[in-house]
């Protein structure tokens, strides 16, 4: 029997057109967050819009379209972050090192911290409201969870808290952020500074 009888004749239909745009749509935006979180970690939250559509490989009417403000760019950006590092804490709660999956962690909420350069200030001054605290939630919950389990494993002393540990890596973003080499430097601090959390 031929193979390609078996296959349904669905398989062979042209995707209707408003799919093939939508995809295309969804590509677009990821590029321009790719690209404006990128620029953002360079150059700052001002950085130039032209700029973004540039390195994303879109028009600047195609940015706008999607993002009609700097605003709306600058939030997108920072919520796409806070995002990836909850998707990143789930997926360390499987690492069998729990003391190290929540360094691991807290290392690249340094990272993402160092590379705001200046996108907190930026979205307090003229963002919505929620986004703050809907985000600050998100990372609080992600990270507790890492923490409850390196508790449970004796890997940090009883009385550390969450709020304590994101409070220490956003003063060593803040200390290292205008650093020629921030990021490394950022960790560097955070090395020494989570020694003194580990249960000894």
Not at 20 to 30: E, K, L, P
Not at 155 to 162: L, Y
């Given at each position: 029997?031929d193979?390609?009888?078996?296959?349904?004749?669905?398989?062979?239909?042209?995707?209707?057109?408003?799919?093939?745009?939508?995809?295309?749509?969804?590509?677009?935006?990821?590029r321009?967050?790719?690209?404006?979180?990128?620029?953002?970690?360079?150059?700052?939250?001002d950085?130039?819009?032209?700029?973004?559509?540039?390195?994303?490989?879109?028009?600047?009417?195609?940015?706008?379209?999607?993002?009609?403000?700097?605003?709306?760019?600058?939030?997108?950006?920072?919520?796409?972050?806070?995002?990836?590092?909850?998707?990143?804490?789930?997926?360390?709660?499987?690492?069998?090192?729990p003391?190290?999956?929540?360094?691991?962690?807290?290392?690249?909420?340094?990272?993402?911290?160092?590379?705001?350069?200046?996108?907190?200030?930026?979205?307090?001054?003229?963002?919505?409201?929620?986004?703050?605290?809907?985000?600050?939630?998100?990372?609080?919950?992600?990270?507790?969870?890492?923490?409850a389990r390196?508790?449970?494993?004796?890997?940090?002393?009883?009385?550390?808290?969450?709020?304590?540990?994101?409070?220490?890596?956003?003063?060593?973003?803040?200390?290292?952020?205008?650093?020629?080499?921030?990021?490394?430097?950022?960790?560097?601090?955070?090395?020494?500074?989570?020694?003194?959390?580990?249960?000894?």
């Amino acid at each position: 029997m031929d193979g390609w009888a078996a296959v349904p004749q669905a398989a062979f239909q042209r995707r209707p057109a408003s799919a093939c745009v939508g995809i295309a749509t969804t590509r677009n935006v990821d590029r321009i967050i790719a690209a404006a979180g990128a620029l953002i970690a360079e150059q700052g939250a001002d950085a130039s819009l032209e700029e973004v559509a540039r390195r994303a490989r879109v028009g600047s009417a195609t940015l706008h379209r999607h993002f009609p403000s700097r605003q709306a760019l600058l939030e997108a950006v920072f919520k796409d972050r806070v995002e990836t590092l909850c998707a990143k804490a789930d997926d360390l709660l499987c690492d069998p090192g729990p003391g190290e999956a929540l360094l691991i962690w807290l290392r690249a909420v340094g990272a993402h911290a160092v590379a705001n350069r200046g996108l907190g200030a930026s979205l307090i001054r003229g963002g919505d409201p929620t986004l703050g605290s809907t985000c600050h939630d998100m990372i609080i919950n992600a990270g507790d969870a890492l923490l409850a389990r390196a508790r449970t494993a004796d890997a940090v002393r009883p009385e550390i808290a969450i709020t304590h540990l994101l409070k220490l890596v956003s003063a060593i973003a803040l200390a290292t952020e205008h650093d020629p080499d921030g990021p490394a430097e950022a960790d560097r601090l955070l090395a020494i500074a989570i020694d003194g959390v580990r249960a000894h």
